[in-house]
């Protein structure tokens, strides 16, 4: 890998163009702990390690674009969430965020439950050895075949969201003559403050039943008619990278609201309620999120504080994190393939990958850091915009970000909290392989997802 440095780019102290980016660090050379995985650190050559392994090492061996997640710290974060919510509530996994047979194994090993939303996922979860009855199964428009996977396997709950719903999953459930335990996803009515696209409380959207027009206690009716379906409780998710609590305390009220209503109409108490997932991370040093403890603790009193008022049970409760346990424990790393100085402006550098392994960034306007992670550099920052190698001018990876003034083609770029939704929505646009992700722990490092072949691509292409 080179190390030559090019000519430097513009400076922050220069100009500082329109767009959205911090000041640039007092040193460009620490790695956050509190965005970065838990055994991520620079070595005596300046280099990152990530569970004892040095990046260039890892590079060498596993190429890039790549994934790296730090097992040591999923594992810490799945005991945290676990420990905060203790004996009497349920934690979720959100597969949605990335789901893989080890990960599954992990969660199984360390007492988490996982929540599916497709088929695959299940099938997934099944295969890896995650007991049914610990698994939920979610998604606005689940097939009849995923329904009836569902209930074959014996899955401990299914969220039901729409009343087509309610029809097709006791039809499922009569005929092969099982009870299945059901929940409904209401949506309570909260503008969660995060991106519009990944706000999921407000009536006007796909996802649940409204609270507010009486949607959700119409399907609270028609599912106690029904036989074959054991309704268990109320689930709500007001959203994703939410770091306010006060949307998670709305809906908590909310839903145990709608639990004493139903207690008056018809004489039952239902035994649980899932708040979902969406606890934000730190992407840059400006998010601030909070600890499972405290989030655990809010939600804990409020829930019991709300059933001590209505004169109910307190229900069993459950939460649904994803990006709060994986996003933190991975980072994507790249080689630099080009950089451009505009005069002025700023810096591009290319690297290689982009969209198709992180389409965060153009998809919400995503914030990301990123450090160059191959050595240590002390040249001076150059803002820069970390750009991929697609066809496609907002094929952005990082959109304002301080580099060193010297960063050369061959130096490695990571990205840290890549570890939600950036496999999880890879694709294959232009025919990008999708990158591996290896798992590190103890010094050592093995694949759990495999970096997609040309093969695999042409197999598809049957024409
Ligand atoms: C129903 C449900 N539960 C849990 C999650 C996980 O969310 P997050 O990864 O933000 O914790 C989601 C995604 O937003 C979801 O739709
Ligand atoms: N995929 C989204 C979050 C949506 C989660 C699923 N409801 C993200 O990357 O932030």
Request: proline share 5%.
């Amino acid at each position: 890998m080179s190390r030559s440095a090019h000519p430097a780019g513009p400076r922050h102290a220069d100009v500082l163009p329109e767009g959205h980016y911090q000041a640039p660090p007092s040193d460009l050379n620490r790695l956050d702990p509190r965005i970065w995985a838990r055994t991520v650190t620079r070595n005596d050559d300046g280099a990152a390690e990530v569970g004892g392994l040095d990046v260039r090492a890892l590079a060498e061996e596993f190429g890039t674009p790549a994934y790296f997640l730090d097992e040591a710290d999923f594992r810490a974060r799945c005991r945290a969430w676990r420990a905060a919510f203790g004996q009497d509530a349920d934690v979720f996994y959100a597969g949605k965020a990335f789901l893989s047979r080890a990960v599954v194994r992990w969660l199984t090993e360390e007492g988490l439950n996982l929540d599916v939303c497709s088929g695959t996922e299940l099938a997934v979860a099944l295969d890896a050895g995650m007991p049914a009855d610990r698994i939920a199964l979610h998604g606005n428009n689940k097939s009849t075949a995923e329904i009836e996977r569902a209930v074959d396997a014996g899955v401990g709950r299914i969220v039901l969201d729409s009343f087509q719903e309610i029809v097709k999953v006791a039809a499922v459930a009569q005929e092969r003559g099982v009870r299945q335990r059901v929940q409904i996803r209401v949506t309570v009515g909260v503008e969660a403050h995060t991106h519009e696209f990944i706000a999921t409380a407000h009536e006007d959207q796909k996802f649940g039943l409204a609270l507010a027009d009486g949607m959700a206690a119409e399907a609270v009716r028609r599912v106690l008619r029904l036989e074959s379906l054991e309704l268990v409780g109320i689930h709500s998710h007001i959203g994703s990278q939410i770091f306010d609590m006060a949307g998670f305390e709305v809906a908590a009220r909310r839903v145990v609201s709608l639990l004493a209503d139903v207690r008056d109409e018809h004489g039952v108490e239902l035994p649980e309620i899932d708040l979902g997932g969406g606890l934000g991370i730190a992407y840059t040093p400006d998010d601030d999120p909070r600890e499972p403890q405290d989030i655990a603790k809010a939600l804990g009193d409020i829930v019991t504080r709300e059933c001590e008022s209505a004169g109910l049970r307190v229900p069993r409760l459950s939460v649904e994190p994803g990006r709060a346990i994986v996003g933190p424990t991975a980072f994507t790393l790249y080689e630099v393939g080009t950089v451009k100085p505009l005069e002025g402006l700023r810096t591009y550098v290319s690297v290689d990958g982009g969209m198709s392994d992180n389409i965060r960034t153009a998809l919400y306007d995503a914030e990301y850091s990123v450090a160059l992670v191959s050595r240590k550099s002390d040249a001076a920052p150059m803002l820069s915009r970390v750009v991929g190698k697609h066809c496609e001018s907002g094929d952005i990876v990082v959109k304002d970000a301080f580099l060193p003034s010297d960063l050369a083609p061959g130096d490695l770029l990571a990205v840290p909290a890549t570890g939600a939704y950036c496999r999880a929505m890879a694709s294959n646009y232009n025919h990008a392989l999708r990158p591996p992700v290896v798992a590190v722990a103890d010094g050592a490092a093995r694949v759990i997802v495999r970096r997609e072949t040309e093969d695999d691509l042409l197999r598809l292409d049957v024409g």
